[in-house]
């Protein structure tokens, strides 16, 4: 390949959470109905052009991850489930990114259908629980800064959650 396709394209919405190391994005293709087969092989072109070396998918179904581990990209599926499960599953989500990040050089993409405020408050939560921010007002902050848009009352909610049930990594929390 040669040229604009030799680069691939940017995953769609896609945002840095820690440069070089956690990024976030929809579902590498589209969702659904937009799912484009030769849309998501551009976009895994560019994943690993970036050196990305794992996908998180919090996908409840294992949609795209054959095609990961067939571009050369491993991937992980961890279902977030439904907004009622959060509690149940935030801390195996929050566990397995902590574990990944703690490869060196590690760089993971980590995607649902759209990066909406489900998506979103995962990060925020995930901010609180590797130690990185103490506060919950502070990883919305930054999340709501990074994204160019307020979280709204469901990504709060799972923010909520990740204080509730005292989700933290270990001790004082990981550094990134």
Same mark, same amino acid.
């Given at each position: ?38 849309r998501r092989e551009e ?60 490869e060196p050089g590690a ?16 990060? @925020? #939560?995930?901010? /609180?629980? $590797? ?8 990883? &919305?902050?930054?999340?709501? *800064?990074? @994204? #160019?848009?307020? /979280?709204? $009352? ?8 990740? &204080?509730?049930?005292?989700? *933290? ?8």
């Amino acid at each position: 390949m040669r040229g604009r396709w030799a680069q691939g394209l940017e995953p769609r919405n896609f945002i840095w959470i820690i440069k070089d190391r956690l990024a976030v994005s929809e579902r590498p293709g589209g969702y659904a109905r937009n799912h484009r087969k030769v849309r998501r092989e551009e976009e895994l072109i560019w994943l690993e052009r970036h050196g990305f070396t794992r996908i998180v998918s919090l996908l409840d179904s294992p949609h795209n991850l054959a095609a990961y581990e067939e571009a050369g990209i491993p991937a992980v599926q961890v279902p977030l489930g439904r907004p009622d499960e959060a509690s149940e599953r935030l801390a195996g989500v929050y566990a397995v990114l902590a574990t990944l990040l703690e490869e060196p050089g590690a760089c993971i993409l980590v995607h649902h259908e759209d990066v909406g405020d489900r998506m979103l408050g995962v990060i @925020a #939560g995930y901010l /609180l629980y $590797s130690g990185a921010v103490d506060q919950g007002p502070h990883a &919305i902050l930054i999340v709501e *800064r990074l @994204a #160019g848009r307020e /979280l709204q $009352s469901e990504g709060r909610e799972i923010v909520a959650v990740t &204080i509730e049930e005292g989700l *933290r990594a270990g001790a004082g929390g990981r550094s990134l």
